[in-house]
């Protein structure tokens, strides 16, 4: 009940600002000290439950410290998403939580953003232009560092894994790769072989495939994405390998949860968009409230496994 | 005359042939696995989706046209398939709109071109956008997963030690020899393509045969994106991206024209097992996915080098 007022009186108090601009500016300068914060959310597209996630938590935590949240939904067009800004510009908000759609494409935006005084914290892309007051993000390296923790804990220190790599030269890529390989160091787990399967299912099948003919003796596939991971499932089944290979992937979409619960995966890696969220809105109002920030926040990530999801 | 074509073809061929022996030899010089048997025969499972579309791409090209949708299409048709039997629960209900997504493709992919009068590298171009556009919004973007363990008996199984879409591979490659090689519709999809005045003269049902040849290309790319579900007991809308190249890439290097009129099916077998051993055999020395993508390129130009030499 209170929550479902708290919501109404936010949308009052922003339907009211919409109409009455200029005199919400007036009443700022007179009482700054009971100026409500508006912030607005350009976020690359809701089309995709991620960022629905994220929404959602910046709403319950914008709703939990008293400052308005207006989110706009780009629809993943770069262009869209640059009218938005402007408009939040024009709209005067007091900060821009950006969620850029491309990362070059973003800068023109940030800028114009900074040119018009309006603080701009980034939040899962970068910005490649202009001055932003934090960007928060997942350091990916510590995805893989996650996978070789509960690896190690799962082979006992001692193994052979096979890996499968994102594609070539991607930063997640050699992330991810970087964060596993410092995780297993000092312990007796080895990686036998190497090889890209482009982030994909199919190319994973594949590329398992090859891996299996010359080393069907390994005891853990690493794979870079639940994608490829999904991939390297399907080719351990068909050589009747199942149960003798772990399988660990990154980013726990729902297919990998699925094959989490059959067992046929043994991790995944899950980021929180909605603590992400939660973060930055909780940053934005600290920072209008005058404190500084990190110019950049790792969110922390969730190692999923069978007994965990 | 005739024989001397004959034994051109041949020495083509037989030039094909020579380089995919001393590829073999190499790679089993340089890895113990590449010559197992397994391994051979796991090698013909992989190439088998690109070598049935790739006989429904020669079709194509023999009359002088070009399908880039067959990646596409084989995504489409692999979703149909994935959402109908997710849903029915239904084989045959599902190998049904495998089968009318397959022929639809290829309807409308010829009716444009050869009614339309629209060039087939601009009819396909745009329908392999709009048909993965389709598979895209049918299935939001997501993968349609959750299919009974059954269905991998396609993609993933075995009766004895071949791999069943090896068999099925085969099995196509034999019909698309004998309807090409050994009847007069293969004179007429060469005829068509070497040269349309003439095929018009000799009252060759010139509209019949291209249509026939793109619905071919369709009914192929939809057998690959049947193996390819089954495969990943999952359908993407992303799959068999990129697949067109591959394709063009085995059909062309097993010495097809893209002006039409040559190319055979040994050739194009050939071809698509020169690039799966390729695949294969570098992924077998582990070799890094920079250098695979170069060592890939020049072995092709290397192959297409000696093929023309040895036609001279």
Redesign the interface.
């Known amino acids: 009940m209170k929550k479902a007022v708290t919501v109404f009186l936010t949308g009052l108090a922003f339907a009211a600002s919409l109409f009455a601009n200029g005199t919400a500016d007036t009443a700022k300068e007179a009482n700054p000290e009971s100026k409500k914060i508006t912030i607005g959310f350009a976020v690359s597209t809701l089309?995709n439950d991620f960022f629905v996630m994220m929404k959602n938590g910046g709403e319950e935590k914008a709703a939990e410290l008293g400052v308005n949240l207006i989110t706009l939904d780009a629809q993943d067009s770069s262009e869209k998403q640059a009218n938005q800004v402007s408009d939040f510009i024009t709209r005067k908000v007091d900060l821009i939580i950006l969620n850029p759609c491309d990362s070059d494409a973003c800068g023109t935006s940030v800028m114009a953003a900074n040119a018009a005084g309006i603080p701009v914290i980034t939040v899962t892309r970068e910005s490649k232009a202009g001055k932003v007051i934090q960007h928060l993000d997942i350091d990916n390296k510590e995805a893989g560092e996650l996978v070789a923790k509960q690896m190690i804990k799962d082979l006992k220190g001692s193994g052979k894994v096979a890996v499968l790599?994102g594609i070539?030269?991607a930063s997640s890529t050699n992330d991810r790769s970087q964060g596993f390989l410092d995780g297993i160091k000092g312990t007796n787990i080895k990686v036998v072989?190497?090889?890209?399967a482009n982030y994909?299912?199919?190319n994973g099948?594949?590329?398992t495939?090859?891996?299996l003919?010359?080393h069907s003796d390994i005891n853990a596939v690493y794979a870079h994405n639940d994608e490829m991971a999904?991939?390297a499932v399907?080719?351990i089944?068909?050589a009747g390998l199942t149960g003798k290979i772990k399988v660990y992937g990154i980013d726990a979409?729902?297919?990998a949860v699925?094959a989490l619960k059959n067992g046929e995966m043994t991790a995944t890696v899950q980021q929180q968009p909605k603590l992400q969220m939660e973060t930055a809105v909780q940053n934005a109002a600290d920072y209008l409230r005058g404190k500084t920030l990190e110019s950049r926040v790792n969110i922390p990530l969730k190692l999923l496994t069978k007994d965990n999801i | 005359m005739k024989t001397i074509k004959g034994k051109q073809l041949l020495q083509g061929e037989w030039g094909l042939l020579l380089i995919l022996v001393v590829l073999c030899l190499v790679f089993s010089f340089l890895s113990a696995t590449f010559s197992s048997l397994s391994n051979l025969l796991n090698i013909t499972r992989q190439v088998s989706i690109v070598l049935i579309i790739s006989i429904g791409m020669l079709c194509v090209v023999l009359c002088g046209e070009i399908d880039l949708s067959v990646g596409s299409t084989a995504a489409l048709v692999g979703v149909g398939c994935a959402v109908t039997l997710k849903a029915t629960g239904s084989l045959p209900l599902a190998l049904l709109v495998t089968l009318v997504l397959s022929l639809a493709a290829g309807t409308v992919n010829g009716a444009l071109t050869v009614f339309g009068k629209i060039p087939s590298f601009i009819v396909t171009l745009a329908s392999m956008w709009i048909i993965r556009g389709i598979a895209l919004v049918w299935t939001s973007g997501r993968a349609v997963s959750g299919l009974p363990k059954g269905f991998a008996f396609l993609g993933a199984g075995h009766i004895g030690i071949i791999p069943v879409s090896t068999i099925l591979c085969l099995l196509l490659i034999l019909i698309a020899f004998f309807i090409l090689h050994q009847t007069r519709h293969g004179v007429y999809f060469r005829a068509i393509g070497s040269n349309l005045e003439a095929s018009k003269l000799s009252a060759i049902p010139i509209k019949k045969y291209k249509m026939i040849a793109f619905i071919i290309a369709g009914l192929m790319s939809g057998i690959g994106g049947l193996i390819t579900t089954s495969k990943l007991l999952s359908a993407q809308a992303i799959a068999n991206e990129g697949m067109e190249m591959d394709v063009l890439a085995a059909v062309i290097l097993g010495g097809a024209s893209l002006s039409g009129g040559i190319g055979t099916v040994i050739g194009t077998v050939l071809g698509a097992l020169i690039i799966g051993v390729i695949n294969n055999g570098m992924n077998q020395l582990g070799i890094s996915a920079f250098y695979q993508q170069i060592v890939k390129g020049s072995i092709i130009i290397i192959a297409v080098l000696v093929r023309r030499n040895k036609d001279k």
């Open positions: 089309g790599e070539p030269g072989v190497s090889l890209s994909s299912r199919e099948v594949t590329v495939e090859d891996i003919q010359g999904l991939g399907r080719a089944d068909a979409i729902d297919d699925t």
